[in-house]
């Protein structure tokens, strides 16, 4: 079992690089998120596989403000790697959004977990389809969150229009609980509903809608910042499978990472999940270099995609290393 390091700040990371100067030739930054969060022990769980199996590499962890954050300090050269979800690397890379003044050129090494993006709907709401949301009362994701922008995205694609109701957690929770609104969309926990989604069906059947062969075609054809996933049988008791969005959690770094140290970093993190799994349960049963190729959204690292074709993989054309 992994132990948790003290997170580096700011005013720290320089003193951090002196005092690992002499252990290794190259000293790595990785970026994460928050320490109160799940993610965080996940990318504590990285860093000690770097120094235990990349020759001649020291990483440490830094706390930061998660995915737009870590893109800003991959763009200032403050972070070698870090955290950042695809849909919103695919932005910063497009230069598209908040990032459209200002693109950060960041590439793929890993994709390590998905976050299907559920629609949960009460079975009593007489909604069996994604084009029967027309004009009803919908939550699309917690105030301010990534669920929230994509589902309006999302539903703007395929030419829906539901009537939104905003919220958090608890709120939206207690709102399809008392019928004040027909549903709601909610991240997974890989390939099973979140705790909240559970919590609604302990009190009243739900359902979960499915994009229909058209709608999931529509969304790979005009949205590429997200995938499109097949969830099987059994996300929840009495739930049969279906299709829906989703974008994923990923590790990106800026271009100027060494080819050598990539190769070696991804490397060491595909053969050696324990680690990994320890941090986080879920990932259990993934395989991260098909989660990779699936659910990647920029292309690979040099050094990433030289791994991948070793071990036999064809890369996507939209994965392929540009210069």
């Given at each position: ?9 700011a005013a720290l990371i320089g003193a951090s690089l002196v005092a690992i100067s002499s252990q290794a030739d190259e000293q790595l930054l990785i970026g994460s998120t928050s ?251 993934v395989d991260l270099a098909e989660l990779t190729l699936n659910s990647g959204t920029v292309p690979l690292h040099p050094g990433a995609a030289r791994y991948f074709e070793e ?13």
């Amino acid at each position: 079992m992994f132990s948790l390091k003290k997170p580096l700040t700011a005013a720290l990371i320089g003193a951090s690089l002196v005092a690992i100067s002499s252990q290794a030739d190259e000293q790595l930054l990785i970026g994460s998120t928050s320490t109160s969060s799940s993610q965080y022990g996940y990318f504590v769980a990285v860093g000690q596989i770097i120094n235990q199996q990349v020759p001649e590499t020291s990483a440490s962890v830094v706390e930061t403000g998660a995915t737009v954050d870590n893109l800003r300090r991959i763009l200032r050269g403050q972070v070698d790697m870090g955290l950042v979800t695809t849909n919103v690397g695919y932005h910063a890379y497009a230069g598209e959004g908040e990032f459209a003044e200002r693109p950060v050129d960041n590439r793929l090494l890993w994709v390590y977990s998905q976050a299907p993006q559920n629609v949960v709907m009460r079975e009593d709401a007489g909604v069996e389809s994604m084009a029967d949301l027309d004009g009803v009362r919908l939550n699309p994701g917690i105030t301010g969150s990534a669920t929230e922008a994509t589902t309006v995205a999302v539903m703007e694609t395929l030419g829906i229009e539901p009537e939104y109701v905003r919220g958090s957690t608890t709120d939206v929770v207690a709102g399809v609980k008392d019928n004040r609104m027909a549903g709601y969309v909610k991240s997974g926990v890989g390939n099973k509903l979140d705790g909240s989604s559970l919590d609604i069906a302990t009190f009243t059947p739900i359902g979960v809608l499915s994009l229909t062969d058209e709608q999931a075609n529509l969304l790979r054809e005009r949205m590429p910042d997200i995938s499109v996933v097949e969830i099987p049988e059994g996300a929840a008791e009495g739930i049969p499978a279906y299709t829906t969005w989703s974008f994923g959690l990923a590790m990106h770094s800026g271009p100027d990472l060494d080819e050598e140290t990539a190769y070696q970093i991804v490397k060491a993190v595909m053969e050696n999940p324990e680690p990994q799994v320890s941090a986080l349960a879920n990932l259990a049963e993934v395989d991260l270099a098909e989660l990779t190729l699936n659910s990647g959204t920029v292309p690979l690292h040099p050094g990433a995609a030289r791994y991948f074709e070793e071990q036999g993989y064809e890369i996507p054309e939209r994965l392929r290393p540009v210069e």
